[in-house]
């Protein structure tokens, strides 16, 4: 499903350029990137998921060449195929959560329906949150919400960077279990970056950078 090859990529104010091993994400097999702080994670994730073109090298999501797209077709490429969980929920505080997932639909250009959205919600047990701001949910809940948002266009992957990072073990299994649960709802393959040594067995295929 997404493949890649010869990845490197070089920030303009560093040295040296970061060089990546070739991955393979296949449809089901949940894939985590693992590495030490600084090995290139974030960076990978980003040119795995659309985020930034690389120096070198391509991606391809399903045999489509991201990079070889405009930015325009990647752009809308990326919101119908991709969802991304940041650390930070990055949901915009001034929408409701309803709005903000309804905010996803438009951007992928897929109709907005907020039946979808509730649906969505109700899975995540957050529906009766839909008309609430941002700052009245607890932390869990703005997880489940940024969650919604990633999965309400059907992407094919669940990106997220070090999700557990921070979190002590019963907080660590519980997301886990969340994202686990969530990709066998919504029949999502799992991108995940991370340093925590402690998710890997929840991972078919590792990649150690
Ligand atoms: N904007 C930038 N400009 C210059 N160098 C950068 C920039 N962002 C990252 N780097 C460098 O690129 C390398 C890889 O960074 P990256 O953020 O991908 O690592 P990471 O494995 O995700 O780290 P962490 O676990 O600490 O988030 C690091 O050496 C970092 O210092």
Known sequence: MIRSENLKFQYSSAKNELTFPTIHVDKNKHTLLLGESGSGKTTLLH???????PTAGQVFIDSHDIYALSEEKRDLFRAKNMGFIFQDAHLLKNLTIEENII???????????????????DKLQIKDKANSYPNQLSRGQLQRAAIARAVIN??????????????DDTNTKYVMDLLMETAATFEVTLLIATHDTRIKSYFANTYQL
């Open 154 to 167: 059907h992407p094919k992957v669940l990106i997220a960077d070090e999700p557990t990072a921070a979190l």
């Open 103 to 121: 905010l996803a639909q438009y951007l992928a250009k897929v109709k907005q329906d907020r039946n979808a959205v509730i649906t969505v919600l």
């Open 47 to 53: 040119l795995l998921g659309g985020l930034s073109a």
